[in-house]
């Protein structure tokens, strides 16, 4: 082949100027979004982190925490939400959480407590709809209407969901079961069933602290003997919930 054939070869094979600056432009474009959204998923995860610092460390203390401790931990939480590139519903859900904090030891439906467990709500609404089959979403959906006093339509659909997308998940059922006992009394009987069902779960799945914090709750807010004439006799551990029922078979 002679030179010049193959200088028309190559002239034919490349891709004209306008074509090159065109692929060009794309790719520095590109490179741009990639960058922003690395870097707003940088600000968002390091927010993340601090909001979970902040909640552990009330968790472990068990009390509520300080107002310059709080406003550091809420404008985190609004910054990990805001900077996410699209809708976070992990995000959404520590919101939530955070929110349900900020008056830990108030009883429910509180007046003082009511504008910040509201918005605990509203965040969870929204984790509900960025991921709707995620159990903890609805279990905290529940809790939040529970500190609200809520016990309505869709309180009950949340422990519904929380059971049904995370039917054997320890940390789901015994949330499910804590608060199922706390509302006890103003639960609608299928609402009772769905609840029993908890407890024989999360005694199955939990170890025996568990069952103790279950028998404390159900005796500070439920009837014990009840509940435990409800339960299937061969769940485990149910003795050591019971443990002060003298009147089961």
């Known amino acids: 082949?002679?030179?010049?054939?193959?200088?028309?070869?190559?002239?034919?094979?490349?891709?004209?100027?306008?074509?090159?600056?065109?692929?060009?432009?794309?790719?520095?474009?590109?490179?741009?979004?990639?960058?922003?959204?690395?870097?707003?998923?940088?600000v968002s995860g390091l927010?993340?982190?601090?909001?979970q610092v902040f909640i552990d460390d009330w968790r472990s203390k068990n009390a509520m925490p300080s107002p310059a401790a709080w406003a550091v931990a809420e404008a985190a939480a609004?910054?990990?939400?805001?900077?996410?590139?699209?809708?976070?519903g992990k995000h959404l859900e520590q919101r939530g959480h955070l929110y349900q904090w900020q008056h830990y030891q108030l009883p429910y439906a509180d007046a003082q407590a009511s504008s910040a467990r509201q918005a605990s709500i509203d965040s969870l609404?929204?984790?509900?709809?960025?991921?709707?089959?995620?159990?903890?979403?609805?279990?905290?959906?529940?809790?939040?209407?529970?500190?609200?006093?809520?016990?309505?339509?869709?309180?009950?659909?949340?422990?519904?969901?929380?059971?049904?997308?995370?039917?054997?998940?320890?940390?789901?059922?015994?949330?499910?079961?804590?608060i199922g006992l706390q509302a006890w009394p103003?639960?609608?009987?299928?609402?009772?069933?769905?609840?029993?069902?908890?407890?024989?779960?999360?005694?199955?799945?939990?170890?025996?602290n568990a069952a103790r914090q279950l028998a404390s709750l159900a005796t500070s807010y439920a009837d014990l003997n009840s509940i435990c004439q409800q339960l299937d006799k061969a769940t485990p551990r149910s003795d050591i919930l019971c443990a002060g029922d003298t009147e089961r078979p």
């Not at 609004?78 to 976070?88: E, T």
């Not at 159990?135 to 659909?157: M, R």
């Not at 949340?158 to 949330?175: K, N, T």
């Not at 769905?194 to 799945?205: A, K």
């Open 78 to 88: 609004n910054r990990a939400v805001a900077w996410y590139p699209g809708v976070s």
């Open 47 to 51: 927010a993340g982190y601090q909001v």
């Open 125 to 178: 609404r929204q984790a509900i709809a960025a991921r709707p089959h995620w159990p903890d979403n609805h279990l905290a959906l529940a809790n939040g209407k529970l500190l609200q006093w809520q016990l309505d339509a869709e309180f009950n659909q949340a422990l519904q969901q929380a059971s049904y997308y995370g039917p054997y998940r320890p940390r789901i059922q015994l949330g499910l079961a804590r």
């Open 186 to 208: 103003a639960l609608k009987p299928a609402a009772q069933q769905l609840i029993i069902q908890s407890i024989e779960r999360s005694l199955l799945l939990n170890n025996s």
């Open 1 to 42: 082949m002679s030179h010049s054939g193959r200088r028309r070869r190559r002239s034919n094979s490349a891709l004209p100027n306008w074509q090159q600056q065109a692929l060009l432009i794309l790719l520095l474009c590109a490179g741009l979004v990639l960058a922003s959204n690395g870097s707003r998923l940088l």
